[in-house]
């Protein structure tokens, strides 16, 4: 049986956290609660992070304890798996109530955000019998210690990996590889992927004493692409979040096609380059048989580098509405978001556009956000009917590693959680989805900076923001009915729930948002 691990840390308030010339009253952490990681109890002493990488300072920390030894006055509660689950996802208060804070320097950022945002859960027990019989308590207990000493592990790692302390990291991923199993309980396998982007950064590190990283570390292309291909195909076939994006995204746009004669979509990414086209196939099918007649003419046009690839697909989606008799035409434009103009989508007079964005804007997210700017006001100067947005809801694009890593943990806990769900203990296609896709993202987040850090994801609140600043308006999902049917009908959905958020659709592992769906109109 499963049980959900919560433990609260309660910090000391007469606690310091000593730092040398560093003030930061503009800035703050973001918030991080942990309901899928064991608690951080007694950690040995180590440096307190460095809290700027990309920029280089090299501002010197004085050792003083680890954010373990904060930790005080624990109770632990358990729960079954089966918990009833909430109508709305956990969120945390935003940053701005840091910044509201008058006169804060540093440590007080440090203990406020320790405060409030350090808590954890356990995750499956790794110690399950294969055939179905209980262990006792004590070998529960067991593994509840096994899991929380390798989160403790993960977090010291990375403070070491943070300060540049090399020897200090190595020793710790010596002991992290001998635990982080990749066919282990969930939080195993999960940690197996951190201690690889945790290696891969500590190779960039220069010694304690210099600035910063010795170069941006580059995202290696180390998987050859058929094993990644698969690797998408399974997740879009095994984990309900790319299907939820495209169902939804589908239902927007032809809520905008509706009764119009000539339609456009842009499809930015090409749905990430899944064969076949299935997005595309599900939504013609829908306009064939839509209430009244069909549209004249449907255009697609697909962006991105691999534009032999879009073109296979379009060949396929061609021959296939034709056979529903409908008028398909179909195009590739070969261009990265960044260096899309638009004069390169052809548009025509009186058709109807939507544009397309499934899991790809925010890896135009950068520090100076001028790159995501440029491309949403290029969006917006083609005015289309309907913008779908899809994203995944974390906050992986902070300004501080830590906060990043601490974060990342706890996002991607619950998705190697829901994979325990859906398939077997042993099966080949969770290794490959966790180890050739999920893996792959949590490597560029922990171990990458600067323009080969891509995997920027951030909150829906975040993107509000983004969106209202670009000039676009809400235009609110009226289809939650309709979402939590799709759910319910798909059985490798058991877990997941999709709730409203201010005219949004999100889908999350039990208590956790994964990724988040939205509309936007110009």
């Not at 307190?48 to 624990?74: A, C, Q, V, Y």
């Not at 010795?214 to 984990?239: G, H, P, Q, W």
């Not at 889908?507 to 939205?518: D, E, F, N, R």
């Amino acid at each position: 049986m499963a049980f959900r691990f919560l433990a609260h840390a309660l910090y000391d308030n007469e606690q310091n956290v000593h730092m040398s010339g560093l003030d930061s009253t503009s800035s703050a952490m973001a918030s991080f609660p942990f309901p899928y990681l064991p608690v951080v109890d007694n950690a040995a002493s180590t440096l307190i992070p460095t809290l700027s990488d990309e920029t280089g300072s090299n501002k010197r920390l004085k050792r003083t304890r680890s954010m373990g030894e904060f930790l005080g006055n624990t109770y632990n509660s358990f729960y079954s798996s089966n918990d009833s689950i909430g109508s709305t996802f956990s969120r945390t208060s935003s940053t701005s109530s840091l910044n509201s804070l008058p006169g804060l320097h540093i440590r007080d950022h440090i203990k406020t955000y320790a405060q409030r945002y350090l808590a954890a859960e356990g995750v499956e027990d790794a110690a399950a019998s294969i055939d179905g019989s209980d262990y006792d308590g004590e070998t529960k207990e067991d593994g509840v210690a096994d899991e929380m000493r390798l989160v403790q592990l993960l977090v010291l790692c990375a403070e070491a990996v943070a300060c540049r302390d090399k020897s200090h990291a190595s020793d710790l991923l010596a002991e992290l590889r001998a635990n982080a199993l990749v066919f282990g309980s969930s939080f195993q396998r999960v940690a197996s992927c951190f201690v690889q982007g945790l290696t891969e950064r500590l190779t960039f590190v220069q010694p304690l004493g210099t600035a910063g990283l010795t170069a941006s570390a580059v995202n290696k292309i180390d998987i050859a692409s058929e094993k990644k291909e698969e690797a998408l195909r399974l997740v879009y076939e095994v984990c309900p979040h790319i299907q939820f994006g495209h169902f939804v995204a589908n239902l927007s746009i032809l809520e905008a096609f509706e009764g119009e004669n000539f339609v456009h979509v842009v499809d930015l990414g090409m749905s990430l380059g899944l064969q076949h086209g299935q997005q595309w196939r599900n939504l013609i099918h829908s306009l064939a048989n839509r209430t009244g007649q069909p549209p004249s003419c449907v255009r697609i046009t697909g962006v991105g580098l691999c534009v032999e690839q879009f073109k296979i697909i379009g060949n396929e989606l061609k021959a296939y509405a034709g056979s529903l008799g409908i008028d398909l035409e179909f195009s590739a434009v070969e261009s990265s978001l960044e260096n899309l103009r638009p004069e390169h989508i052809k548009l025509r007079k009186n058709e109807v556009l939507a544009i397309n964005s499934i899991l790809q804007l925010h890896c135009v997210v950068k520090e100076s956000r001028g790159a995501l700017n440029a491309v949403l006001k290029i969006i917006h100067e083609l005015s289309p009917k309907i913008l779908a947005l899809v994203e995944q809801d974390s906050s992986h694009n902070g300004p501080f590693f830590l906060g990043r890593f601490l974060e990342a943990l706890h996002y991607y806990s619950a998705i190697f959680d829901s994979l325990d769900s859906m398939l077997p203990k042993y099966d080949t296609r969770r290794a490959k989805i966790e180890q050739f896709y999920f893996a792959e993202e949590i490597k560029n987040i922990v171990s990458c900076e600067g323009p080969a850090r891509v995997e920027r994801h951030e909150r829906v609140d975040q993107w509000r923001r983004r969106m209202s600043r670009a000039g676009f308006q809400p235009a609110p999902i009226k289809m939650i009915a309709q979402a939590k049917d799709w759910v319910g009908k798909h059985e490798f959905c058991e877990g997941y729930t999709v709730v409203e958020e201010k005219g949004c659709l999100v889908l999350g592992w039990k208590s956790k948002p994964i990724v988040a769906a939205s509309c936007w109109k110009c």
